[in-house]
């Protein structure tokens, strides 16, 4: 039998029996969950005599597990906090007001994820607070090295690419917080020019940044 | 080309019972009994999933009887400790060739997730020496032995993923096969079998998840004072091109189909961003 066709077979049979198993499991499951979970000691002597506890599985030791960014580490040196966070109703990145802190936009990948974007933006400025730590990613050089940490983690990222978005919908533009492709730092804040009759900044600086080696423990 | 279609099994995420146990067979050409607290919860054949039994938290007895492809007797008798949450808990060989069935528990983790997202738990069930996990050519878990498991979240959608011996890059154990994974669903995969003897494939168990309420932004505002006038260049690649993960090998493998054949690769997974 070639490989193929011993595939082709395996496949037909778990099919069915996967089939099977998925059909039964409203019938007879139902009807064994509504009896009321056994608490009476086991019936079976041998059972209760000789019963060795079901070993938990154990998580494989060298697994990261994700987390959410608290940190990074511009390649300036200079640390920026970074919180959690999700949209507006009207659809707009809810990011932080204090320009000192920098918004991760929950719903997207998190430091360890094996793919997707790890999006994080701020405010380059604001009026009361000046020029924010962010503006640093409007004249950042390709190559340059910066950091993200979370609680557990800390992983080591490179500066690929800036590209200049025009400010609006963010429609075609899904790269910048998608879960897909490759997983990857996507830093975002506001450029110029700014025209104050049309709505301020009219360019988002999207930098990326790809990671070098693996994340690490802290 | 083999695509693993992982769907959730009926829509009953909502009123899914608090510790829902699920009893997976996983040793191949063994049948038996399983026995919950004294009480027949059914015959199970190598990829038989019974349940999920709605337990009480705390301490069951769990018994499979039966007997193993060589005609031998099996019977293991164990406690389950039940905590809230599902429960998987499989009957498999252990690593070394000819050993006896063991039984290992596996919690789902069943956190809520974000749009466009699946979750996937794969655990080492074979009897194989340690082996690291492939996705798209990628390698996203390592090392991970026999009873052990790895979880990670990915794009949901169709991905390749292969078995490969710990630390190889080569000689695939299983696949890598295509697998497709729903938006907001739990795969909790388990391999098992023996390559050796072609014997290897696998379970899946899919389960849905809560969404974790994220919407993807249609709009970014990041300034608001002018105070940047320089112009800002730009550099490096301006966006993603298409770049399909390549195939590695069509090789044959056991992987099982578990609820429909989808021939269509997914979208092109936008990536490259070099």
């Not at chain 1, 039964?24 to 000789?50: L, N, Q």
């Not at chain 1, 609006?168 to 998608?178: Q, R, T, V």
């Amino acid at each position: 039998m070639s490989p193929g066709r011993a595939l082709a077979a395996a496949v037909c049979a778990v099919l069915a029996t996967t089939s099977a198993c998925a059909g039964g499991r409203t019938g007879p499951t139902d009807a064994a969950a509504g009896e009321p979970a056994a608490t009476s000691p086991s019936p079976s002597a041998r059972a209760s005599a000789h019963a060795t506890p079901v070993r938990p599985a154990r998580r494989a030791r060298r697994t990261v597990s994700a987390e959410a960014p608290r940190r990074a580490v511009l390649p300036s040196g200079r640390t920026v906090a970074i919180e959690a966070i999700g949209t507006t109703p009207a659809g707009l990145l809810d990011v932080p007001e204090d320009i000192e802190v920098a918004g991760w936009w929950r719903g997207g990948s998190r430091l360890g994820d094996p793919f997707g974007s790890i999006l994080v933006a701020a405010h380059v400025d604001s009026r009361t607070q000046g020029l924010g730590p962010f503006a640093e990613l409007l004249t950042v050089a390709p190559g340059s090295p910066m950091d993200l940490e979370s609680a557990g983690l800390r992983q080591h990222f490179e500066v690929r690419s800036r590209r200049l978005v025009p400010q609006g919908s963010l429609a075609d533009d899904s790269w910048i917080f998608d879960v897909d492709g490759p997983r990857r730092l996507t830093l975002v804040t506001c450029a110029p020019p700014y025209d104050a009759g049309r709505g301020g900044y009219q360019n988002l600086a999207v930098v990326t940044a790809v990671p070098i080696g693996e994340p690490t423990t802290r | 080309m083999t695509v693993l279609s992982l769907t959730a099994a009926s829509s009953d995420a909502a009123t899914a019972p608090s510790s829902a146990v699920t009893i997976i067979q996983a040793v191949p050409g063994a049948e038996v009994s399983v026995t919950v607290d004294g009480e027949p919860r059914g015959d199970a054949e190598v990829g038989d999933l019974l349940g999920p039994f709605d337990l009480s938290a705390g301490r069951h007895d769990v018994s499979f009887v039966g007997v193993g492809a060589d005609g031998e007797d099996i019977a293991v008798d164990s406690t389950l400790t039940v905590e809230p949450g599902g429960t998987d808990v499989v009957l498999h060989l252990p690593a070394e060739v000819g050993g006896a069935p063991v039984v290992h528990s596996y919690r789902a983790p069943t956190g809520a997730i974000g749009p466009g997202k699946a979750r996937v738990m794969l655990a080492h069930t074979a009897t194989v020496a340690p082996a690291d996990v492939e996705v798209d050519g990628q390698t996203v878990f390592t090392n991970i032995a026999n009873g052990e498991f790895a979880e990670a979240d990915v794009p949901a959608g169709t991905i390749s993923v292969a078995l490969l011996p710990s630390g190889t890059q080569e000689d695939p154990i299983l696949g890598p096969v295509d697998v497709t994974l729903g938006s907001r669903t739990l795969s909790m995969i388990y391999a098992y079998g023996n390559p050796r003897d072609g014997s290897m494939n696998v379970i899946a168990h899919v389960t849905p998840l809560a969404a974790d309420g994220s919407v993807a932004p249609t709009r970014i505002d990041t300034g608001s004072a002018g105070l940047v006038t320089r112009p800002v260049s730009s550099f490096g690649e301006d966006r993603p091109g298409p770049s399909t993960a390549p195939m590695l090998l069509a090789a044959a493998s056991g992987w099982v189909l578990v609820a429909a054949l989808v021939t269509r690769r997914r979208r092109s997974r936008s990536s490259g961003l070099r």
